[in-house]
C-alpha cells in the first residue's frame, strides 16, 4: 500500500511537532500559566506568524524594529522550542508565539491572542517547502505529491489544519481575541496594522495615525523584501550550520534551542549559509504545485470541514 513520506516529526501528547524539537519543552509549554500581560500570536505553521511578530514587535518598539535577530527571539520566542521559561524571563511588552490549537493554548481571559490563518493551499504549499528547506526535518529530496497527502490528512506538525483553523474561529470574536487573515493583510497592510495597533493598547493606535511617518517606516519594514534581508541569513547560520559542542554550551541560548543544534549533530545535511524562511510572502503559489485532481480534493475537503462556517468567504478567489 503507497505510504506518503513525511517529514520528520515525533508525537508528544498527542501532537505531532518536529523531530528536533525537546518534548520536555512542549510539555512544560502546555503547562505555562499566562500572565495578564501576556500576548501571544498563535497560527497553524506557515500562515503568517513571523510576519505579524514582526509587525507587532516594530509596533511595540514604536517604529523601530529588532536590533538584531537575538533581540527579535527575545521579545518574540516560540514557546514550544525554547521552552516556557524564556516567556518568564522576556523583556516586556514582548509577544509570545505558539503554534496551539485552542484546546491546547495556555488560556486566560487576562491575556491577549493574535490568531492569523491563510488559505489552505498557499499554507499546504509553503509547509512543504519550510519541511524541505529546513534540515531538521530530513526532506530535502521530499516530493509535493506525498506532502500533499499529509497535509489532507491532518498528518502535518501541530496537527489537522482544518481543526486547528475551526478551534479558534469559534473564539474569533472573543474580545481577547483578534482574528486575522493572511490574504486580507496582504491587499490592505495598513488596515491590519492599526487593527493590530488598536488591540494591542489604543495609545498604539493613536500613536500611528498621528505618526504617519512612523506607519510608512513600519510597513517598510515589515515587508516582504525588508524581512528576507532581515531574517534569511539568521536562519542560515543557526538552523542551516553544524554547531561544535563548545559553541553550544558556550551559547547563551535557551534549553530548546540547545536541544535542536544538539539534534543537528546527528543527521546528515550539507551546511547552509542562509536558508529560505522568508520565502515568496505572495497569495497563490499553490497554483504553481497543485494537479487538478488535487485542487479538487482539497477543495472538497474544505467544503465539508467549513460547512455551517463563513470561512470559505476569507478566500473569495478560491471558494466562488
Ligand atoms: S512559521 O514557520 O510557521 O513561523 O512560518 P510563518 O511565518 O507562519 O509563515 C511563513 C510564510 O509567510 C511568508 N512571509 C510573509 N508574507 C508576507 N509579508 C511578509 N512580510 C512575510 N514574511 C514572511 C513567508 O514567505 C512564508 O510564505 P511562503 O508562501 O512560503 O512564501
Redesign the pocket.
Known amino acids: 500500500m503507497y505510504k506518503p513520506k513525511g517529514p520528520d516529526y515525533q508525537d508528544v501528547e498527542g501532537l505531532k511537532i518536529p523531530k528536533a524539537f525537546s518534548p520536555e519543552c512542549l510539555r512544560d509549554s502546555l503547562r505555562y500559566k499566562p500572565k495578564a500581560d501576556d500576548v501571544f500570536i498563535v ?12 509587525i507587532v514587535i516594530n509596533i511595540l518598539k514604536r517604529g523601530l524594529p529588532p536590533e538584531s535577530f537575538e533581540e527579535f527571539q527575545k521579545l518574540s520566542p ?1 514557546m514550544e522550542l525554547t521552552g516556557p521559561g524564556v516567556v518568564e524571563t522576556m523583556p516586556r511588552p514582548g509577544a509570545i ?1 505558539t ?1 496551539l490549537p485552542f484546546d491546547l493554548q495556555p488560556y486566560s481571559l487576562q491575556a491577549k491572542y493574535i490568531y ?1 490563518t ?1 488559505n489552505p493551499f ?1 499554507c499546504c ?3 512543504f ?2 519541511s524541505r528547506t529546513l534540515p531538521i526535518y530530513q526532506y530535502s529530496d521530499g516530493a509535493f505529491e506525498d506532502f500533499f497527502e499529509i497535509f489532507i490528512n491532518g498528518q502535518t506538525e501541530f496537527g489537522d489544519y482544518f481543526d486547528h483553523l475551526l478551534s479558534w474561529y469559534e473564539h474569533r470574536k472573543d474580545p481577547n481575541v483578534l482574528f486575522l487573515v ?1 490574504e486580507k493583510m ?1 491587499a490592505d497592510t495598513r488596515t491590519d496594522v492599526l487593527n493590530i495597533a488598536k488591540f494591542l493598547d489604543q495609545e498604539y493606535e493613536d500613536m500611528l495615525v498621528k505618526d504617519v511617518q512612523m506607519m510608512e517606516n513600519i510597513l517598510l519594514q ?3 523584501e ?3 534581508k532581515s ?1 534569511n541569513k539568521h536562519f542560515g547560520s543557526f538552523f542551516g550550520s553544524v554547531h561544535s559542542d563548545e559553541d553550544i554550551d558556550n551559547k547563551n541560548i535557551p534549553e530548546g534551542l540547545k536541544h535542536i543544534l544538539n539534534y543537528m549533530k546527528t543527521i546528515n545535511f550539507k551546511p547552509q549559509s542562509e536558508l529560505n ?6 497569495v497563490g ?1 499553490w497554483k504553481n504545485h497543485f494537479t487538478p485532481e488535487q485542487t479538487e480534493r482539497l477543495r472538497r475537503k474544505c467544503i465539508q470541514k467549513f460547512e455551517g462556517t463563513k470561512i470559505p468567504e476569507f478566500w473569495p478567489d478560491i471558494f466562488k
Do not use: A, E
Open positions: 497560527t497553524f505553521p506557515k500562515c503568517g506568524t513571523t510576519w505579524t511578530q514582526h516560540f508565539k503554534h492569523i491563510r498557499d504549499v509553503s509547509l517547502h519550510h493572511y496582504k515589515t515587508s516582504v525588508y524581512m528576507k531574517t524562511f522568508v520565502r515568496k510572502g505572495i503559489d
